[in-house]
């Protein structure tokens, strides 16, 4: 890709979601401004020793790998200032998901049938066949309605002019819908007032969207809908989330060891015996789900699990083989996946992405490495990244001959300085980056929750706002009006 | 309900039942060194605990030079975390079962374990003098029975509270025969005396350590007479730390959970059960600590059943 325009020039001033460049708060922001002013940063220091309590006494929890080998369960950091979007940019935020969602489900559909998209070369097949998240093994299998990506979390960030633009399609397995429901919960125990002051919509609803979503999958129909969460385990670190969701829609909350397939059926071990499974919503990866099909070293899936799929006794949710669909590689495409299948222009758009596959832009990523990004395409986590700015002349080297030997695997992105917004660290309201995640369910239609996952790069001028790295989350308001 | 919550449910029981118990023994231990006899060692006031710990043989291998003393012990049993059965260990297995069974608890219950987990993760964290583990040890025994009391108030009678009760009852027994085994031993190491009245500090101290002090007075005027107090301990309906109320609520658990299709605890079950409806002259005619030992096999022959039956 070309025309990105950004050697030479200084770096930009981020987006300030709170302040208007006249450092007067944006009109939206108005009340709670004038609120947090009346009652004072004693207040608010108050309020926010009060969300730690809650969160440590619920055992709101992440846990981080790599520090030491049992994992550290971290309490989920949570600033109280609320991020508030207007009712205006959330019509365009949700009828860009709904459309991006329609492609994209419409694009795994094709890939694992007819394959258009590939023969009308508008996708070069090389990129589909090397993509690790292609599953030959499933291409045939047309799962229920076609849907495949029932529950999709994608990351939004907002550009230097504020413009909503899309970052990453997380459609295999996204985390984090149950800490934008506590966030919610807690805000509203804490700061009770700042909600008589806005019109805010809820989000608690979610389980019961996923729920509903979950039930019409059944082969056995949706009167006879036994579903389960399958999870890794207690060491995940989403563990949190898989026990919030299985307890809050009332399904099983399971390992693949608790489940065995006989017959292309999939049954539960219970304490009297065998009890069937009708539908699966599963929080591993493709890789780990069925050892006779997939990674066969797995202890984590349920031996058979695919041939119980593909013969129509089981649902799985989200769809085998979905990944494909947000492998970093395919991202740059999306747009024209949306024009190919929609007829239709996309609302919001991508990051500027270069193709490491492409000599031209290989070069100039290569000449600008400080002011890219370079990731991994089958990474995600804020794992496998290169960031530019804070990068040291190794870790560019070390990153040039990774490029140079496998170029298809990665992926380059002009540094997007992600608009900040006012946080309460340690009693005083600094600035910080931000992105958001909202989460889009499909199933009778596709549904856009009004809210989303909101995370800040705790650290000051950092960009990286993954949990996994330091990241801290704000409860999202959307407004009614 | 899933086998491996089952598993999880019991487990998380047995685990806070023997946190708590532990802490009771400790408790009344450190009272007791104050009042006991000038003449006893350290060794031989805590190598019995240490027994009932079921820790005796991984302490003599840590503290090579076979010194037994107050403080290592305390911090041994209390915080050890090498120590299978200590405190701290057991109470982070209570909380990891829980977090396994999370969704088959009530948000009450879950916030409590965090509550309990995060307090004595940190007091156990320094050195443990005499003092802080005496208060720490009482503090234990109130959120012990604070949570057993959110069990009851709003927990689900169903599968998860049978397996739940089924596991505390089992401890409580387990820890009640060991406890009564080893202090017996101690108290009474010729069988001639059985029947003479014996050393008020010790037996009292016994008692104490099943919270039951004060019932056996009520029950029995004449002075400690060691028949009565096995008697007690083991037959005595009324007594929530006997080992026949432990197996009576044990038996109303399985009723809940059904034993159909499931031999292998059904038989067990008998068996126990035939031990504790005796009378006491039956406990002693074939020797106190040999009946105690063989309860013991029939207890872990439950648990191996109920395992086969049900967890796996």
Not at chain 1, 90 to 119: C, M, P
Not at chain 1, 158 to 163: A, Q, T, Y
Request: with cysteine; charged share 25%; glycine share 8%.
């Amino acid at each position: 890709m070309n025309n990105v325009g950004i050697p030479g020039s200084k770096p930009r001033t981020p987006y300030h979601e709170f302040y208007a460049d006249d450092f007067t708060p944006r009109d939206h922001y108005r009340l709670l401004w004038d609120h947090i002013k009346a009652t004072g940063n004693s207040a608010l220091e108050a309020k926010a020793h009060e969300s730690q309590l809650a969160l440590q006494a619920e055992g709101v929890t992440f846990t981080v790998y790599g520090e030491s080998e049992e994992g550290i369960e971290r309490i989920w950091p949570f600033d109280l200032i609320p991020r508030i979007i207007t009712a205006a940019e959330w019509v365009k935020i949700e009828s860009g998901l709904k459309q991006r969602v329609r492609a994209l489900n419409l694009f795994l559909g094709d890939l694992y049938g007819e394959q258009r998209i590939i023969k009308d070369g508008v996708i070069p097949p090389e990129l589909i066949y090397q993509g690790r998240d292609f599953r030959r093994e499933i291409v045939g299998i047309v799962p229920p309605r076609g849907i495949y990506t029932h529950v999709s979390g994608i990351d939004i960030i907002r550009d230097e002019k504020g413009e909503f633009l899309i970052l990453e399609d997380n459609l295999r397995t996204p985390s984090g819908v149950s800490y934008m429901i506590e966030n919610r919960v807690i805000e509203r125990r804490i700061l009770p007032e700042f909600f008589n002051k806005y019109r805010v919509r809820r989000v608690e609803h979610y389980p019961s969207l996923l729920l509903a979503a979950l039930r019409a999958l059944s082969p056995r129909g949706t009167a006879h809908a036994d579903i389960v969460l399958l999870t890794p385990g207690i060491y995940n670190s989403a563990y949190f989330e898989h026990t919030f969701l299985a307890k809050e829609m009332g399904v099983e909350l399971a390992e693949g060891r608790d489940m065995v397939v006989v017959n292309d059926i999939v049954y539960l071990k219970t304490t009297t015996g065998l009890q069937r499974v009708d539908v699966i919503y599963r929080r591993i990866d493709d890789d780990f789900l069925d050892p006779l099909v997939f990674r066969s070293d797995s202890s984590l899936g349920i031996a058979g699990v695919i041939n119980a799929w593909r013969a129509g006794n089981v649902a799985i949710v989200n769809a085998p083989g979905s990944g494909i669909a947000d492998d970093k590689a395919v991202y740059p495409y999306v747009p024209d996946i949306i024009r190919y299948y929609l007829g239709q222009e996309p609302i919001l758009n991508n990051v500027p992405t270069f193709q490491m596959t492409n000599e031209t832009d290989r070069e100039y990523v290569f000449d600008n490495m400080e002011r890219m990004v370079i990731k991994a395409v089958s990474e995600s986590g804020g794992y496998g990244m290169l960031m530019g700015p804070s990068s040291t002349p190794a870790s560019r080297k070390e990153f040039m001959a990774l490029v140079q030997e496998n170029p298809r695997n990665y992926i380059a992105q002009p540094v997007v300085y992600l608009s900040r917004h006012v946080c309460y660290m340690d009693g005083e309201l600094e600035a910080r980056h931000l992105d958001l995640r909202p989460y889009v369910i499909y199933g009778e239609d596709i549904e856009v929750v009004p809210g989303g996952l909101t995370r800040v790069a705790l650290r000051k001028g950092s960009l990286v706002v993954n949990s996994s790295q330091g990241g801290g989350s704000k409860d999202t308001w959307v407004l009614a009006e | 309900m899933l086998s491996r919550i089952a598993d999880s449910m019991y487990w998380m029981a047995r685990y806070l039942e023997r946190a708590g118990e532990t802490a009771r023994l400790m408790e009344i231990n450190l009272l007791y060194l104050v009042e006991a006899e000038e003449d006893m060692g350290e060794e031989d006031k805590w190598r019995p605990i240490l027994q009932i710990n079921s820790s005796e043989p991984l302490y003599d291998e840590q503290f090579g030079d076979g010194s037994i003393s107050t403080p290592r012990v305390l911090q041994f049993i209390s915080a050890g975390r090498t120590n299978p059965s200590s405190i701290r260990t057991c109470l982070r297995l209570f909380r990891e079962n829980a977090r396994v069974a999370r969704d088959r608890i009530s948000k009450e219950m879950w916030e409590a374990v965090n509550e309990i987990w995060m307090r004595f993760d940190e007091r156990l964290k320094g050195p443990l003098s005499a003092e802080r583990a005496g208060a720490l040890f009482v503090d234990l025994r109130n959120q012990v029975a604070r949570f057993n009391g959110l069990v009851a108030s709003t927990m689900m009678r169903g599968e998860a509270y049978a397996f739940y009760q089924l596991g505390g009852c089992f401890e409580r027994a387990d820890m009640t025969v060991r406890t009564l085994d080893i202090k017996y031993h101690i108290i009474l190491p010729d069988l001639s005396m059985v029947g003479s009245a014996l050393d008020y500090y010790q037996w009292a101290a016994l008692l104490k350590s099943l919270s039951g002090f004060e019932a056996f007075r009520r029950n029995y005027h004449s002075a400690f007479m060691p028949g009565d107090v096995a008697e007690f301990v083991v037959l005595n309906r009324d007594f929530p730390r006997s080992i026949i109320f432990s197996v009576g609520h044990m038996e109303g658990a399985l009723g809940i959970i059904g034993l159909e299709q499931k031999d292998a605890t059904r038989t067990a079950f008998a068996a126990l059960l035939a031990m504790v409806n005796g009378t006491s002259q039956q406990l002693f005619a074939e020797g106190l600590h040999e009946y105690l030992e063989r309860l013991l096999e029939r207890l872990a022959g439950f648990h191996a059943a109920l395992a086969e039956d049900f967890f796996q």
